[in-house]
């Protein structure tokens, strides 16, 4: 039985690995594209990224937000991803410009309030949220 165990253990940390591995080279290709000033695939970075990622443990997702994901994809985002702890935070898209009226349609049928973005040096904030009453779920979309 111990040759077993070191054998699931061995496959175990292996299945861990794979999805780590392809979320840094997504994050190095996205950098790349970056420094180089092209945008154009970074709706696909994410996706991919986001794949890998929710192979890595059951509570990085929900129900909700595969819908509301799935939601923006059938709209016109090429991609996206949760920023936060897990299980939540904010929905981050990449769309492109001639699709991001759509999304911001149907993702605000599903209770969902827009937010912009831009690239900023100082790491994600929040400069002036101007939603009234009780917090809403949050996505933004780049491109």
Same mark, same amino acid.
């Given at each position: 039985?111990?040759?077993?165990?070191?054998?699931?253990?061995? /496959?175990?940390?292996?299945?861990?690995?794979?999805?780590? @591995?392809?979320? #840094? =080279?997504? =994050?190095?290709?996205?950098? %790349? @594209?970056?420094?180089?000033?092209?945008? &154009?695939?970074?709706?696909?970075?994410?996706?991919?990224? *986001?794949?890998? #990622?929710?192979?890595?443990?059951?509570?990085?997702?929900?129900?909700?937000? @595969? %819908? *509301?994901?799935?939601?923006?994809?059938?709209?016109?985002? $090429?991609?996206? #991803?949760? =920023?936060? $702890?897990?299980?939540?935070?904010?929905?981050?898209?990449?769309?492109?410009?001639?699709?991001?009226?759509?999304?911001?349609?149907?993702?605000?049928?599903?209770?969902?309030?827009?937010? %912009?973005?831009?690239?900023?040096?100082?790491?994600?904030?929040?400069?002036? /949220? /101007?939603?009234?009453?009780?917090?809403?779920? =949050? *996505? &933004?979309?780049?491109?």
């Amino acid at each position: 039985s111990g040759q077993i165990l070191k054998e699931q253990r061995q /496959n175990s940390l292996a299945a861990a690995v794979e999805p780590l @591995d392809r979320i #840094k =080279a997504t =994050a190095e290709a996205m950098r %790349d @594209d970056l420094r180089r000033g092209d945008i &154009s695939r970074m709706g696909e970075h994410l996706h991919e990224s *986001w794949l890998a #990622k929710r192979g890595l443990a059951s509570g990085i997702t929900r129900p909700a937000i @595969d %819908d *509301w994901y799935d939601l923006a994809r059938s709209a016109g985002a $090429a991609g996206g #991803k949760i =920023a936060g $702890a897990g299980g939540g935070g904010f929905l981050l898209l990449y769309c492109e410009p001639e699709c991001q009226e759509e999304v911001t349609r149907r993702l605000g049928g599903a209770g969902l309030a827009r937010m %912009d973005f831009r690239f900023e040096s100082g790491g994600a904030m929040v400069i002036m /949220n /101007n939603l009234v009453g009780e917090a809403s779920p =949050a *996505w &933004s979309l780049v491109g």
